[in-house]
């Protein structure tokens, strides 16, 4: 773009559409946002099973005793879920790190993608393996 100048003869509606078609080529070359939406809903939809098919542990504690009767809230989890999770979006973080290489490369372009690839794994390193208090919606209590 900048190696393109302007000559005095060239109309107003000439410069406009070069402008125009060299926006055209920018965007062209930088799209490719569809890969990681399709890649991150498959990963969704591949968790179906693990969420479905594993064993759900039930994990309960007790709460002050209310009456004669104490009340214990349990919680169910997928245990698969939690093996499946990490793996699978680290996975897809090289996936999609790898093909915006692959993509800047072919098409001349430069692409940084170097944060994104160190920090991409340690999220859902983070997430999996951060304690936390079990606040659950599905929580119900079980009288007993």
């Known amino acids: 773009m900048t190696g393109m100048s302007a000559s005095p003869a060239d109309t107003p509606q000439a410069l406009l559409a070069t402008a125009r ?5 920018v965007r062209e070359a930088h799209r490719g946002t569809w890969f990681p939406l399709l890649l991150l809903g498959l990963v969704n939809l591949a968790a179906v099973p693990f969420y479905r098919y594993s064993p759900h542990p039930t994990a ?13 809230f349990c919680t169910q989890y997928a245990a698969y879920a939690f093996a499946y ?12 790190c790898g093909f915006y290489v692959l993509r800047s490369r072919r098409r001349g372009i430069g692409t940084r993608v170097r944060s994104y690839a160190v920090a991409s794994p340690r999220i859902p390193a983070g997430v999996s393996s951060r304690p936390r208090k079990s606040r659950s919606p599905s929580r119900r209590p079980v009288r007993g």
Do not use: N
Not at 21 to 25: K, M, P, Y
Not at 87 to 95: C, P, R, T
């Open 60 to 72: 309960c504690r007790s709460e002050l005793p209310v009456g004669d009767s104490g009340i214990t």
């Open 21 to 25: 078609e060299l926006t055209r080529r």
């Open 85 to 96: 999770w990490p793996l699978a979006l680290v996975l897809a973080y090289a996936a999609i």
